[in-house]
């Protein structure tokens, strides 16, 4: 039963275009929201978050949305870089279990010369 | 300051064999992780400690599987005995305090044969 799910297993974008990774969730109880970035061989990095009493969130050329209304969420790279390529992981948790993140499976974003 | 330390980075062993993972914490952080990663399921939390005590083991997914955090600073898991399926990369996490954000070590790549 995945909770938090992202349906783009892979993503390729051009330099310098905009990159839009998606994640949806399931459970309402869900509050606060995180993206991590991973390189190959290495464990995740926090990258942005988001509580659910926002709807946006920036932090340089990384902007995350949230529609609770749909429990739908969006991390976007403007402009992207060939530095950006890596696995790409959304995260949830919510107040009553703080401790505890549930992640997404992950999107491969690529990013292309 | 040091990030996630975990030991070994690599390690293959045959099925039925004892296998320990360590991990040490950032220092000053009260809270840890242990995740294991696989294509299939992503990263599945397996069992979280504060203060050295595991509050949630619920995520462990067998009796072979067993975690203990004997300091703030120093934490097993152990699988004993290893199976084929338990091959994946087994995260260990860090957090201080409330806040969400976990720092990650860069994993355990265990390869079970």
């Known amino acids: 039963d995945q909770q938090v799910k992202q349906n783009s297993p892979s993503l390729s974008v051009q330099e310098g275009r905009i990159s839009i990774l998606n994640c949806d969730y399931t459970n309402s109880m869900f509050d606060y929201f995180l993206w991590y970035k991973k390189y190959p061989a290495e464990g995740p990095t926090f990258l942005i978050s988001i509580s659910s009493i926002k709807d946006k969130n920036e932090d340089g050329r990384f902007t995350v949305f949230l529609n609770k209304s749909a429990k739908h969420l969006s991390l976007h790279i403007v402009p992207s870089q060939p530095g950006d390529s890596a696995v790409y992981f959304c995260a949830a948790s919510s107040t009553g279990t703080a401790s505890k993140l549930t992640f997404g499976t992950g999107t491969r974003l690529q990013v292309t010369l | 300051d040091a990030g996630v330390i975990q030991s070994p980075r ?104």
């Open chain 2, 10 to 113: 690599h390690e293959v062993t045959e099925m039925g064999q004892e296998v320990t993972l360590r991990c040490k914490p950032i220092s000053g952080h009260d809270y840890l992780f242990w995740y294991r990663q696989t294509m299939m399921r992503g990263l599945e939390l397996l069992i979280y400690f504060n203060n050295n005590v595991p509050i949630d083991d619920s995520g462990m997914p067998e009796d072979r599987f067993s975690a203990k955090m004997p300091n703030a600073s120093f934490s097993t898991l152990k699988i004993q005995p290893s199976e084929p399926r338990d091959s994946a990369v087994y995260f260990c996490a860090s957090r201080r305090g409330a806040v969400y954000e976990q720092y990650f070590g860069p994993g355990t790549r265990l390869t079970v044969t």
